[in-house]
């Protein structure tokens, strides 16, 4: 492969649509089956479990995951940089790119887990978490078990990352299924068996294992270039410029981070471990839409990385408009299907095993809702490596809903919690990140976003009076998302 050639890349054949419909339809499926495993196994866990114990297995993972954070950020920045190689069909760049990120992701990240769980095992988590039911050497296997399992998804998301860069967004995404569902129906089979956390933990790992060798064989034959996976030419000047970068690409990360999963350890610490049950369950409901909706954005991301770099910004701001309205759209429709059938979905996934709370499912539909929003417009700064405003404006968001939920949970509870989640995003995140954008586009202003919002605000809050004025709004919500799709 000759320098300037390039790797083979989908973005020189076939049409943006075809290639984002079937990234979206991949990533329905990625969140088909994620949905499949709240649904299957949330239930399998409390049977076989009982709540308890689940909600101790939730406070482990909890903590595990602040592993995944010693990427540093550099995944997302990396395979920016790897896209914008492809499309420039630079194959001398593209190769070192990738050789110093798989450097990095092998060296770097799996000595942080190495001595992040070396100190779990020398400090038991029943130190510093609710844990009564798991002993003290169950808890520091399933720790060392998820700490491996974390160390061999890092190096494999940045393989994953390469089908995104080269127009394969799909590929990469199945693959990624397949390491879901297979631990999908492991961990059914075995819950179903009877088994505990540590056999529970092995088989999580077992399929990380198993698609990342498959992947590097798919990935040497696809790139026609056997150096292209490996560290022959890593290049440590270059690794030094991914770090700045990078930074506030974990920035982002942390901030997500310590708003998600240090929420649940606080509820744990001060409300006990089956109230981070019923929190996990309510806030998993909302999250499945969030998710859902999030993967219009994700399957955008490239193209938009891709149009950047080609400087076609008529047609960035128009693929933004079809991203966002397909958000809002989606966010609000299940916002207010879950509003009004929410406790029959429950009452169905789980039978009764937990109270069931329509206030703080609404107000969980609300947070979703609005955190859609930003979302969307903080992808757009993220894909374009325009993001550094942006990592500080979450950070300090994510410290304001850490603090806000503590004070409301210590004084209300529950209930407290969730008010001061959903008031924390209100009042920052919400209106920084679209004016951070309106900064970089002048056709993302003011008006933009009020045509935007407006409509969705409006037809959510009537079908909230009523039934019959929900299924007005939803109709007339549709049509407003198609036209704005035609409209150029």
Not at 95 to 115: D, E, H, Q, S
Not at 151 to 167: C, D, F, H, K, N
């Amino acid at each position: 492969m000759k320098d300037h050639d390039g790797p083979a890349t989908a973005f020189q054949r076939g049409a943006t649509r075809d290639r984002l419909v079937r990234g979206f339809g991949a990533g329905a499926l990625g969140q088909g089956i994620n949905a499949a495993s709240r649904l299957v196994l949330t239930p399998m866990y409390l049977h076989a479990w009982g709540a308890p114990a689940y909600g101790e297995w939730l406070l482990l993972t909890s903590l595990v995951a602040y592993l995944s954070l010693t990427d540093i950020g550099s995944q997302i920045y990396i395979v920016n940089q790897l896209t914008k190689a492809a499309v420039r069909k630079n194959a001398g760049l593209y190769r070192k790119i990738l050789n110093t990120g798989l450097a990095l992701f092998l060296a770097f990240p799996a000595a942080v887990v190495v001595m992040s769980i070396m100190f779990a095992v020398l400090v038991p988590p029943q130190a510093y978490l609710d844990i009564s039911e798991t002993s003290r050497t169950v808890a520091a296997w399933v720790l060392l078990l998820l700490g491996m399992q974390v160390a061999i998804s890092l190096p494999l998301g940045l393989l994953l990352g390469v089908y995104r860069s080269v127009g394969m967004l799909a590929r990469g995404v199945m693959w990624a299924n397949a390491t879901a569902g297979l631990q999908l129906v492991l961990t059914a089979v075995a819950l179903w068996m009877g088994a505990g956390m540590i056999i529970i933990a092995v088989l999580q790992l077992v399929p990380y294992v198993l698609v990342s060798a498959l992947v590097q064989g798919e990935l040497r034959r696809l790139l026609k270039a056997e150096e292209m996976i490996s560290v022959k030419h890593a290049d440590l000047k270059l690794g030094i410029s991914f770090i700045r970068p990078s930074l506030h690409f974990f920035s982002i990360q942390l901030s997500q981070s310590l708003a998600s999963q240090g929420t649940v350890l606080m509820v744990g610490a001060l409300l006990g471990s089956v109230q981070v049950v019923v929190f996990s369950i309510l806030r998993t409901v909302a999250n499945v839409g969030k998710q859902l909706l999030g993967l219009i954005a994700n399957t955008a991301w490239p193209e938009l990385t891709r149009l950047d770099t080609e400087r076609e910004y008529r047609k960035l701001s128009h693929l933004f408009r079809v991203t966002l309205r397909s958000s809002l759209v989606g966010s609000a429709i299940f916002t207010i299907v879950f509003h009004y059938f929410g406790g029959e979905v429950i009452h169905l996934w789980l039978g009764g095993t937990i109270t069931y709370d329509q206030t703080l499912m609404t107000l969980f539909l609300f947070y979703m809702l609005q955190s859609v929003f930003w979302t969307v417009c903080g992808n757009l700064l993220m894909a374009v490596d325009r993001h550094h405003t942006y990592s500080r404006a979450l950070m300090g968001s994510s410290v304001s809903t850490v603090a806000l939920a503590w004070i409301g949970g210590y004084q209300f509870g529950l209930l407290g919690v969730v008010v001061g989640v959903l008031v924390a995003d209100l009042a920052l995140p919400f209106w920084l990140v679209p004016y951070l954008l309106g900064r970089q586009w002048r056709d993302f202003d003011a008006g933009f976003f009020a045509v935007e919002l407006v409509p969705i605000a409006a037809a959510t809050a009537a079908a909230m009076v009523t039934g019959w004025l929900a299924v007005v709004a939803v109709f007339a919500m549709c049509l407003w998302w198609f036209f704005g799709l035609r409209a150029r």
